[in-house]
């Protein structure tokens, strides 16, 4: 069977459910992973995502973070949070907050985790050092499927560009979050885990960039961010057809400042 997973960060799904249900209707997903939903679980628009014949596993406590999946070919073995998740202690917190930043289901013939890897702020800031435990969580949740037999990828915003070549100017980007050596470190420990980074075609220009700031004419000028990733497993990535960053979903009025990213799979 030929399956088309996608991971797309719609920043706030509420203000973007007209985009996204175009989308739906226009690239035809069978799993969309989303991420940054900014609405609270019982808040997501399931019935117009239900009558394109989507079910929805949610994820999302408020106004920030929140994650989801969206698939039409099943939805089993839902998992919320990953297992050991670290918290965040805000500055006016008490207790460390658990946030909603991924979600895990079975759909059809592959396993996905939707993620939205927290920001890091800067480099000095607790918050970075959170985002690094929070992805040692996730290498470590990841080990029994990434050795499976059944495919399996973790797909998401990581606020991570693997590569100099995935920012538009690396100069830009010195003593900055999401270029540090040991935020790639952890997308390393990924890869030495068993989980590949599926790298997309881009539509236009020579990099699959999926993220441009909304200030600075950043998406005509194109300069853009690739940090939107799919890490798979051997099986999964065996399987892959094609992938592309769907950057036509980025143009225009009222869009999300991230593009959705596909990948295609012949299982």
């Known amino acids: 069977m030929t399956v088309r997973i996608a991971t797309w960060n719609i920043n706030s799904v509420t203000a973007r459910l007209p985009k996204l249900l175009e989308w739906l209707e226009s690239a035809k997903p069978d799993v969309l992973c989303l991420q940054e939903l900014k609405c609270a679980a019982d808040a997501f628009p399931y019935e117009p995502v239900r009558e394109l014949g989507y079910e929805t596993a949610a994820h999302g406590t408020g106004r920030w973070n929140g994650v989801a999946i969206v698939s039409r ?8 949070d990953l297992p050991g998740q670290p918290g965040y202690l805000a500055d006016d917190a008490l ?7 991924a ?3 079975t759909c059809g013939p592959v396993r996905v985790w939707s993620v939205y890897v927290p920001n890091g702020r800067e480099v000095d800031h607790a918050h970075y050092r959170y985002k690094l435990e929070w992805l040692e969580a996730l ?3 990841s ?5 499976g037999e059944r495919p399996f990828a973790v797909l998401g915003d990581f606020n991570i560009a693997p590569g100099d070549e995935d920012v538009f100017d690396v100069a830009a980007f010195e003593g900055l979050t999401h270029v540090t050596p040991a935020e790639r470190a952890a997308l390393a420990a990924l890869d030495a885990a068993g989980l590949h980074d599926v790298v997309p075609r881009p539509l236009k220009y020579d990099r699959p960039y999926t993220y441009w700031d909304y200030r600075q004419l950043a998406f005509p000028k194109n300069r853009g961010m690739r940090i939107d990733l799919t890490y798979a497993n051997k099986p999964f990535v065996d399987a892959v057809t ?3 960053v769907d950057r036509e979903a980025r143009k225009g009025k009222g869009t999300s400042d991230h593009a959705p990213v596909v990948v295609d799979l012949d299982l």
């Open 242 to 244: 094609d992938s592309y």
């Open 103 to 105: 979600v895990a289901a």
């Open 143 to 147: 080990l029994e499927d990434a050795a």
């Open 139 to 141: 290498r470590r949740a």
């Open 95 to 101: 207790l460390p907050d658990v946030e909603p930043r």
């Open 73 to 80: 070919i099943g939805l089993d073995d839902v998992v919320r």
